[in-house]
């Protein structure tokens, strides 16, 4: 078995995950930095020169490696729910957890960690940009539904420790194997 986190960026997935697979004695695998490692550029970089599709691709390559592994976290990057193909892999042989937090506590946690300004795409699409990522507002109105339609367990991470996020996930896992 797998756990698979799903959320909007800065929900908690990579921190969560990383606890989580220590909690399990599990292995922990992050998509966006599976992404990122493989193409020796950060996500910010791979949109700028890529854009979208060209990352989605590769995306979709670090899913497909993920999921071969058992008794592993995986952290889904964001919008890799969006590929059919991806929802299908994800939910093969895993739990699927979505990690909920509000529009203000992610934003905090975007600006308390100055690394995701400078590794991730924007936000908001640039003018003229036909192969930029959509706002916040039209991702999130693409992507919780499918959260929502692809979790066993959803948790609120908002104002809770991660290790006390990660224990409850834990146990729930534990009280199914």
């Not at 999130?140 to 104002?159: C, G, H, K, W």
Request: proline share 5%.
């Amino acid at each position: 078995m797998k756990v698979v986190l799903v959320g909007l960026r800065a929900s908690g997935k990579s921190t969560v995950g990383h606890l989580l697979a220590r909690r399990l004695g599990w292995g922990f695998l992050d998509t966006d930095e599976q992404v990122a490692a493989a193409a020796g550029r950060s996500i910010r970089e791979l949109f700028g020169q890529e854009g979208e599709a060209g990352f989605r691709r590769r995306e979709s390559e670090a899913v497909r490696e993920a999921v071969r592994r058992d008794g592993c976290v995986i952290a889904a990057g964001g919008g890799a729910v969006e590929d059919d193909q991806n929802r299908r892999l994800l939910r093969q042989d895993a739990w699927c957890v979505w990690l909920k937090a509000s529009d203000e506590e992610r934003s905090r946690r975007m600006a308390e960690d100055p690394a995701t300004a400078a590794s991730r795409p924007m936000l908001e699409p640039a003018m003229g940009a036909a192969d930029a990522p959509a706002g916040p507002p039209a991702r999130e109105a693409l992507r919780v539904p499918i959260y929502e339609s692809m979790a066993d367990l959803a948790i609120e991470t908002q104002d809770r420790e991660p290790e006390g996020v990660a224990r409850e996930i834990a146990a729930w896992v534990q009280s199914r194997l």
